[in-house]
């Protein structure tokens, strides 16, 4: 029987099942809290858990937290090291999503920032979120994203992703399978809850930072891996509903997304209807960078090796037989 599972919380590692908060938490009550989504790769060849780009995820954590007037007691670089532990820990040879979160700890009514925070990181098995084999049939939203002077998108501020859950659920009570959602200027800002990018011309166009967009991390990847694999530049500029109608390709990116097609819009198709030649390569070649296969990448991984020693120390920690 397989050890049961185990969260960072409060300063120890616990079982996941006693990882709880009070009702009364103040993150609970008014969303204050900041989140990450961190994916880790399995490698049967290396015998390799890959975190990707952890650092840069710890480190966009830290710096939203402020926006919160959060301090976490950690760097990132600590975070990471703590990443790596609860892999071990959990003892997980599979794909992986870290969902690490700082948080209001005030026991209070009243949407006043307090003082009293903390953190909490759990990890869960993934494989796809989306489904990456096939291109997605895409709705604009009747919903707008939450500009920047109301909540900013760039936060990962978890009471704003209500935005996000009335976008998807609109979209898939339609018949959808995904969202994009338009911004208080009615330009394009995103996915429901991921990047977006459009190929034109033999160009890739996405939505510039300051169109409410979060500054995504697979995003960034997206942009080098186009320039110095494909040779394919992108343009940061505001993007029209109308121009998603006659593009070449389009994809949604982000941790959870990875890279996946766009075939239509609005049920307009987009191209071909079919994933187009940038978006497969990009697809490939990402799904290379992320298992460790393309060495000048490795910059952006974080090895987890899993031992019998760590999956013993997982199974006491849980307390396996009681």
Same mark, same amino acid.
């Given at each position: 029987?397989?050890?049961?599972?185990?969260?960072?919380?409060?300063?120890?590692?616990?079982?996941?099942?006693?990882?709880?908060?009070?009702?009364?938490?103040?993150?609970?009550?008014?969303?204050?809290?900041?989140?990450?989504?961190?994916?880790?790769?399995?490698?049967?060849?290396?015998?390799?858990?890959?975190?990707?780009?952890?650092?840069?995820?710890?480190?966009?954590?830290?710096?939203?937290?402020?926006?919160?007037?959060?301090?976490?007691?950690?760097?990132?670089?600590?975070?990471?090291?703590?990443?790596?532990?609860?892999?071990?820990?959990?003892?997980?040879?599979?794909?992986?999503?870290?969902?690490?979160?700082?948080?209001?700890?005030?026991?209070?009514?009243?949407?006043?920032?307090?003082?009293?925070?903390?953190?909490?990181?759990?990890?869960?098995?993934?494989?796809?979120?989306?489904?990456? /084999?096939?291109?997605? &049939?895409?709705?604009?939203?009747?919903?707008?994203?939450? @500009?920047?002077?109301?909540?900013? !998108?760039? +936060? %990962?501020?978890?009471?704003?992703?209500?935005? /996000?859950?009335?976008? &998807?659920?609109?979209?898939?009570?339609?018949?959808?399978? @995904?969202?994009?959602?338009?911004? !208080?200027? +009615? %330009?394009?800002?995103?996915?429901?809850?991921?990047?977006?990018?459009? &190929?034109?011309?033999?160009?890739?166009?996405?939505?510039?930072?300051?169109?409410?967009?979060?500054?995504?991390?697979?995003?960034?990847?997206?942009?080098?891996?186009?320039?110095?694999?494909?040779?394919?530049?992108?343009?940061?500029?505001?993007?029209?509903?109308?121009?998603?109608?006659?593009?070449?390709?389009?994809?949604?990116?982000?941790?959870?997304?990875?890279?996946?097609?766009?075939?239509?819009?609005?049920?307009?198709?987009?191209?071909?209807?079919?994933?187009?030649?940038?978006?497969?390569?990009?697809?490939?070649?990402?799904?290379?960078?992320?298992?460790?296969?393309?060495?000048?990448?490795?910059?952006?991984?974080?090895?987890?090796?899993?031992?019998?020693?760590?999956?013993?120390?997982?199974?006491?920690?849980?307390?396996?037989?009681?």
């Amino acid at each position: 029987m397989r050890h049961r599972e185990v969260a960072f919380f409060e300063g120890s590692f616990v079982p996941l099942a006693e990882a709880n908060i009070n009702v009364m938490t103040h993150a609970f009550n008014y969303g204050t809290a900041v989140f990450e989504g961190i994916r880790g790769y399995w490698n049967a060849d290396d015998e390799e858990l890959y975190l990707f780009r952890p650092r840069d995820h710890f480190a966009r954590l830290i710096q939203n937290a402020s926006l919160l007037k959060m301090k976490l007691p950690y760097d990132a670089d600590a975070l990471c090291d703590l990443a790596v532990e609860l892999i071990q820990r959990n003892g997980y040879r599979e794909d992986v999503y870290i969902r690490p979160l700082a948080y209001k700890t005030a026991r209070q009514i009243g949407t006043k920032l307090s003082p009293g925070d903390d953190f909490t990181m759990f990890v869960v098995p993934m494989r796809d979120y989306v489904d990456t /084999s096939r291109p997605l &049939a895409v709705s604009v939203s009747s919903w707008r994203r939450v @500009e920047d002077n109301a909540i900013p !998108a760039r +936060g %990962k501020i978890c009471g704003a992703y209500v935005n /996000s859950a009335l976008a &998807a659920t609109e979209a898939r009570d339609n018949g959808y399978d @995904e969202a994009i959602v338009l911004n !208080a200027h +009615g %330009k394009v800002a995103e996915g429901a809850a991921m990047n977006i990018f459009i &190929a034109r011309n033999s160009k890739l166009v996405t939505t510039p930072i300051y169109a409410d967009i979060l500054e995504g991390i697979t995003r960034h990847t997206v942009v080098e891996l186009a320039r110095w694999e494909l040779g394919v530049e992108t343009d940061f500029r505001p993007i029209d509903r109308s121009e998603l109608y006659i593009a070449d390709e389009a994809f949604f990116c982000g941790t959870g997304a990875q890279i996946a097609a766009i075939g239509s819009v609005d049920r307009r198709l987009v191209g071909t209807g079919q994933a187009g030649p940038i978006t497969r390569r990009l697809q490939a070649i990402y799904g290379d960078v992320t298992r460790g296969r393309i060495g000048h990448y490795r910059k952006w991984l974080l090895s987890c090796r899993v031992t019998s020693r760590s999956l013993e120390s997982a199974s006491c920690l849980a307390g396996v037989g009681d």
